[in-house]
């Protein structure tokens, strides 16, 4: 053989390149954190009752979110050994914590109550973070929009701070406009 075959050769061995990484290798990975954080978020959005208007990328980063918290929270107190008991702890901490964000999501984002009937029915306003990355849900249409203000216009009568004559008077503009 000759030299240059031989030199070719031992730098084909000595390029650089870190063990076990490669581009299919990295994007694997990120396909992996992709498909568990939506197994994780979906997890979580079924345990806590209620709906939750997400999107799938408000969902993939409700778990991507939880696994960290939970998965490191459950890993320093259980061990990141590899055992099936140190997996299923991670795993249902991840859990969790995803289920604990949503409900701070409900609470502080959406201002919806935890638990009771109120729950149960759907958030009333689009949430401006789910927006961002493309919550689904709809916007108010015209008609809900006036049930909604016929509903506090009669309390606000019933409570007596509208007389008869303005209670008709504006339920009458208010279905003139819808």
Do not use: N
Request: hydrophobic letters at 45%.
């Amino acid at each position: 053989m000759s030299a240059i075959v031989v030199m070719c050769r031992r730098l084909r061995k000595w390029r650089f390149r870190p063990a076990g990484h490669s581009l299919s290798g990295m994007l694997g990975a990120i396909i992996q954190v992709l498909i568990s954080g939506f197994i994780i978020g979906a997890l979580a959005r079924w345990a806590v009752p209620g709906p939750d208007p997400m999107s799938v990328p408000m969902t993939i980063l409700l778990g991507v979110f939880g696994s960290f918290l939970g998965g490191g929270i459950a890993a320093a107190i259980f061990g990141a050994e590899q055992d099936s008991g140190s997996v299923f702890a991670i795993l249902i901490g991840s859990i969790v914590a995803s289920m604990l964000l949503l409900i701070g999501y409900r609470r502080f984002v959406q201002k919806r109550p935890i638990t009771g009937p109120e729950a149960h029915r759907p958030p009333t306003d689009r949430a401006r973070f789910a927006t961002l990355l493309g919550g689904p849900g709809r916007a108010s249409s015209r008609g809900d929009d006036v049930d909604d203000q016929l509903r506090k216009l009669s309390e606000l009568h019933r409570d007596g701070v509208l007389t008869d004559e303005e209670f008709e008077a504006k339920k009458a503009e208010l279905l003139a406009r819808s």
